[in-house]
């Protein structure tokens, strides 16, 4: 299904070193399959969960059914998204691109995701081979230099193919090649290494001609009992820092752990290319490795978890002020230049630092991930470079991941209120309208608003579904009402994430269609999400209007394209954003630039709304300025539909 959907599919089938394959895939979406096995599903999610957030990746769990507990367990684990069974292909497919869109932002946008995916193309070891030059193989650099073989991106000859896969590794590529040209698709095999280790390679066709990535499936030689170290540094790989976590929590002696993160390293492989990135990786090893060495006697962690991330661990007795001043010197030791061949290249890093103390025990999983989450807040926040996870804290990322679930759980449980803002007629002071608003009444959190509700959802990719689930409760609801509640018009949010969306507009019509709400029913969509594609947003809003639906501009005035959209796109009413319409009330300069605001919408034939409207001395002068509509708490907050039945007739 993966494939169909056009993704290059790895599959394992076994949870033998699954971190370590993950990482050497250059993935950016796992996906783990536990509908029929979720205690051993959610064991995998938690193995791989520090490499996913340590890498900016995603993480989706097929589960067997909607469960709330199921739910819950696969966010603990380490989920980002998750998908209930059954489900069709295309809603797996959907997932898939959910998760890579989470992927994608984590790593900074398209550009900055297109920049890794040429540094992951760029370390992988793969092989390609043509039918049209049969005694040939051409290798990758990294695929050269590991199975000592010449370092020629070209070709190497068929006595290099034989040292690369050996006689047995020969006779199962042929026939894999065989299976590729027969079924397409994804060919793997398998064959043991010179030194004892089993290697797979997965072959896919690209043009007719033969593409192997290849996949250590064992850190070790056969029988080697060493320690498993990072081939680029020399240094403990992520095996030997949970060992090494590991055994001194079984001693009683709690360390502490700083993940040290360079900032933006894509950036270095992207300008200068593979070589240089690796002679900085392994200089950024020494000086931590210098700075963090064996103290008092007692080994020190010093490890290369994943691509620009360390570790270092300080066992106890060590306080955290220690821990700071040491992050403090590694910082500083980061941030003097590097010299690599020519180039002289500049770094900067942030560092996070967990206590075994700090939040309650657990294994060295768990001491990995809240230093994990303690480096995300340090990126996020400018300011402070260091960050201390502390015992009672909860980390910002934590609190985020919390509310996603939560989010989730509420999504499921129909736990979204919607309340109502009245929009009243300036003219003749009666309520015309109502635009519908999600509330979530949050355990711990209290009540929150549409603005962090939404948030939440863009943060966990649910924003499609949440604001489907808003439109449909609002549209539900607004369809049942009687009397006079059954003449106002009813106004429902759009996202861009809706805009984007294919068969949106057929979606929303079949609603408002189905519902008897057309003719009152306006679409709002904001001005930021109109800014990604005019075009395609022209399109979508002449096809709602063109089947009986109003369109609205909401927060106008706050965006870059105002003058814009009013050319381009075919609306009935602008809405002014609540700190422009404020502003009337404002200097002689502000009152100047809000009339024509309305001025410009009036010519054009479109209604006017003010939001936030919360003075008599506001409304006056919007009047005076040629405003239809307002709303805001001059008239009500938003309400419930007993209290909106109240003032309607009132």
Not at 149 to 155: F, R, V
Not at 345 to 361: P, Q
Not at 400 to 413: F, I
Request: one cysteine or more.
């Amino acid at each position: 299904m993966a494939e169909r959907a056009g993704w290059a599919a790895i599959a394992a089938r076994r949870s033998d070193g699954l971190e370590r394959r993950f990482l050497a895939s250059g993935a950016s979406v796992a996906v783990i399959d536990a509908r029929d096995t979720l205690a051993e599903g959610l064991a995998a999610a938690r193995v791989l969960a520090d490499a996913v957030q340590a890498n900016g990746a995603a993480l989706l769990l097929l589960i067997g059914r909607r469960e709330a507990s199921a739910v819950a367990a696969a966010f603990e684990a380490g989920a980002t998204h998750y998908l209930a069974a059954p489900f069709a292909e295309g809603e797996f497919a959907q997932a898939l691109r959910f998760a890579a869109r989470h992927a994608e932002r984590l790593a900074g946008g398209h550009r900055a995701a297109a920049g890794r995916a040429r540094l992951v193309a760029s370390e992988a070891m793969t092989w390609r081979w043509s039918p049209d030059r049969p005694a040939t193989l051409a290798i990758s650099p990294a695929l050269a230099q590991v199975g000592g073989l010449p370092d020629a991106t070209d070709a190497v000859t068929r006595g290099h193919a034989r040292q690369l896969l050996g006689r047995a590794g020969m006779r199962a590529a042929l026939n894999a090649v065989g299976r590729l040209r027969d079924e397409g698709g994804i060919a793997p095999f398998a064959h043991n290494a010179q030194d004892g280790r089993r290697i797979a390679h997965h072959l896919t066709l690209e043009d007719g001609v033969v593409v192997g990535h290849v996949e250590p499936l064992d850190g070790l030689p056969a029988g080697s009992d060493a320690a498993p170290r990072d081939p680029l540094t020399g240094l403990d790989d992520g095996h030997g820092a949970r060992r090494w976590i590991e055994a001194r929590l079984a001693a009683g002696q709690g360390p502490i752990l700083l993940v040290i993160g360079l900032s933006r390293f894509d950036m270095v492989n992207a300008a200068f290319g593979r070589g240089v990135g690796d002679a900085i990786i392994r200089s950024v090893a020494r000086r931590i490795e210098r700075l963090a060495g064996a103290g008092n006697g007692r080994r020190r962690l010093v490890a290369r978890l994943a691509g620009a991330e360390f570790a270092v661990g300080l066992p106890a007795p060590t306080s955290l002020y220690e821990a700071e001043l040491l992050a403090g010197e590694v910082l500083a030791s980061v941030g003097r230049p590097f010299v690599a061949g020519e180039h002289v290249v500049t770094l900067n890093a942030r560092v996070g630092i967990a206590s075994s103390e700090a939040g309650g025990g657990g294994d060295a999983a768990e001491l990995l991930r809240r230093a994990s989450l303690a480096l995300a807040d340090a990126r996020d926040n400018e300011a402070a470079r260091v960050r201390i996870y502390t015992k009672g804290e909860q980390s910002r990322q934590a609190e985020n991941r919390q509310l996603e679930l939560d989010l989730r759980l509420a999504l499921d449980e129909d736990r979204i209120e919607l309340l109502w803002q009245p929009q009243v007629s300036v003219a003749t002071g009666r309520i015309v309208g109502v635009e519908a608003l999600a509330r979530w009444r949050h355990p711990l959190l209290g009540e929150l608003g549409a603005e962090a509700l939404f948030a939440a959802a863009e943060r966990s990719d649910y924003l499609i579904e949440l604001s489907n689930h808003v439109q449909r409760k609002a549209i539900g609801i607004a369809a049942g009402w009687t009397g006079e509640l059954a003449a106002l018009r009813v106004a429902v949010n759009v996202t861009a994430a809706d805009i984007a969306e294919p068969g949106f507009a057929g979606r929303i019509l079949a609603l408002a269609r189905e519902s008897g709400l057309r003719a009152r029913l306006t679409v709002e969509v904001t001005e930021n999400g109109l800014m990604e594609d005019l075009a395609a947003a022209a399109d979508l809003l002449a096809e709602l209007r063109s089947g009986g639906l109003r369109v609205a501009i909401d927060d106008f005035g706050t965006g870059y394209s105002s003058l814009a959209y009013l050319k381009a796109l075919p609306l009935d009413t602008i809405k002014i954003d609540r700190r422009l319409a404020q502003d009337i009330a404002g200097s002689p300069r502000d009152r100047i630039v809000v009339r024509s605001v309305i001025d410009m919408g009036r010519s054009l034939g479109l209604s006017v709304i003010a939001e936030g409207v919360e003075t008599e001395e506001q409304l006056t002068l919007l009047a005076q300025a040629g405003c239809n509509i307002y709303q805001g708490f001059l008239c009500a907050p938003p309400v419930d539909v007993r209290t909106l039945e109240g003032l309607v007739r009132g």
